[in-house]
DNA sequence: GAACATAGCCTTACGCCGTAAGGTGTCAAG
DNA sequence: CTTGACACCTTACGGCGTAAGGCTATGTTC
């Protein structure tokens, strides 16, 4: 599993910080340390601080990292709509990919130069909505809003995140949450890309009624 | 401000409870401790182990505590898209009351007595949509993703959550991230009613676009 | 009243964590 | 041969959650 025996290939931040996204999904967040990452790195804990001056600051690397490996925008020459459309299942398919890291990335200001970029052209997407600026704003938050959601719920959330210590035992479920226990279910992650869908679609939907209602 | 020279009142998992709130809300969930929640309580740590068998226990019951303060659903007398509308922003008003445990609750599975009951009495409210189940099902996960979102971003997310260490300088925003510097006064927190209830109504705006389309 | 049990709380200690401070080995430039 | 920069390591500190066990006051039972 590891490889600290052979004549180690020289530290870099690159090296580092790959090793770090590999760790996080492989032990978990809250398993990940810089000693762990140390180990598997083959070298000490503190040889990272050479790199990167905080943890904080290799957390903020692996932001960047990840944000830069996402899709570009759908083709211009597309409808706006059919474009929001498509960069939400790309967002969607980008988020989800290191599922470990994304409650991470999604609880945190993205300001780093990649999520910046990648931030300023979901606006500039919206801003060709045709609404009013502040408005545009606003339904990109929203939309944001619904995207992170989903993908906290994809990564972390009622099927993926941890557990209260003691469950409530199966019959207690029939008998005094029916709702719950009827729907559970529908919440397993085999049902995810269906929920996704309804749930993107019905938003798509609202915004060309927002859009139309505009117009008017 | 702490309270531990005087004769001490007996601790209790309610005190427990009650304090680690007011201290989670005090200094924030990373730097919570249960040395410091003794220390705020005016006794060692190990004697919250005597009420709750770990942190975790602890955590999950503040998680109830918290779901315990919910708004009851609106009246059901109400036409049915108006009582998702309220209880929308119904949601939004709890979740936010406590912004610093909203991080945790949010992404964690709830399955706490009294967060089962509320996940219940929601359920069987969209199970009133009158779609079929597994439609109902879906939409309810995915309005509960855009309100855990727009909870998080609003507790958590750009405006609130920590930040890089280095951030970017007001003049490389305004040259290279034109459509971020030109959004940013619209993520701030005087701007959070005006961009949750757009959402809101936009998915609300959704919804009513897929039943009219099944009842089609 | 004596013996015992229990509840409530504390002491000590262990192995984690992030990281401050400073040391060591290597190697290239002067 | 010296110097200094770079890459990496050693040691140590204060914090964390919590296992193991101890102490004391208050019943409970004979």
Not at 51 to 67: E, Q, R, W
Not at 130 to 144: D, K, M, N, Q, T
Request: charged share 25%.
């Amino acid at each position: 599993m590891t490889a600290k025996e052979k004549a180690r290939e020289p530290l870099s931040r690159e090296r580092i910080e790959l090793a770090a996204l590999e760790l996080i999904e492989a032990v978990g967040l809250g398993e990940f340390s810089i000693r762990k990452l140390a180990s598997e790195l083959g070298c000490e804990a503190m040889s990272i601080y050479h790199y990167f001056p905080s943890k904080d600051h290799l957390m903020d690397a692996l932001i960047d990292h990840v944000v830069a490996e996402f899709a570009s925008l759908p083709d211009p020459a597309l409808p706006w709509i059919e474009r929001v459309r498509r960069a939400g299942y790309d967002v969607r398919r980008n988020v989800t990919r290191r599922p470990n890291l994304f409650i991470f990335v999604g609880t945190h200001r993205m300001n780093t130069p990649k999520a910046l970029a990648w931030l300023n052209s979901m606006l500039g997407l919206f801003g060709e909505s045709g609404l009013p600026h502040a408005e545009s704003v606003r339904l990109f938050r929203s939309v944001s809003y619904f995207l992170m959601g989903a993908g906290l719920d994809e990564t972390a959330g009622y099927a993926r995140g941890p557990s209260t210590v003691e469950p409530v035992p199966d019959d207690v479920m029939a008998r005094d949450f029916p709702e719950v226990a009827g729907a559970a279910p529908f919440f397993r992650p085999a049902q995810f890309d269906a929920t996704f869908a309804l749930g993107w679609e019905t938003m798509l939907a609202g915004i060309e009624a927002l859009l139309a209602g505009r117009r008017r």
